[in-house]
């Protein structure tokens, strides 16, 4: 069992994440994943606008890899998970699973890798010791 723990949120598909076979667009997990790390990033205290501007950093998205098991429709009511993968020196990975709400099966699986980056110079730096801190209890520590 796991030792660390997860953040979820509750997201509907709605009419705009849906093609004209109303079964989800893949773009529109994106969407659904930057929902679950903005609102993890919050419940660790670390809102957006106040940790950027403390912080001095900004953590583009460098690599995205998502694999696509069933098929998410209109109207479904989505549990989008997340936690840290792991922390590197200078970057980190965020891991995501999809399901239906009350649901074992995947619907899709995801992970992000963040750079930590000079708010000036966009020149790489070291991911803040505050960051990894509150970060601590959706740590995963993957190798």
Known sequence: MADHKKFTIEERVRWGDVDAARIIFYGAYIHFFEFAE???FRAAGLHYGTMFDELKIWLPRVHLECDFRRAARLDDLLEVSVYVGRFGTKSMKLNFAVRRKGEEDLIATAH????????????TVLIPNELRE???PYNANEK
């Open 38 to 40: 903005t609102e993890l």
């Open 134 to 136: 509150r970060l601590a």
């Open 112 to 123: 992000f890798v963040l750079a930590a980056v000079n708010q000036d110079t966009f020149e």
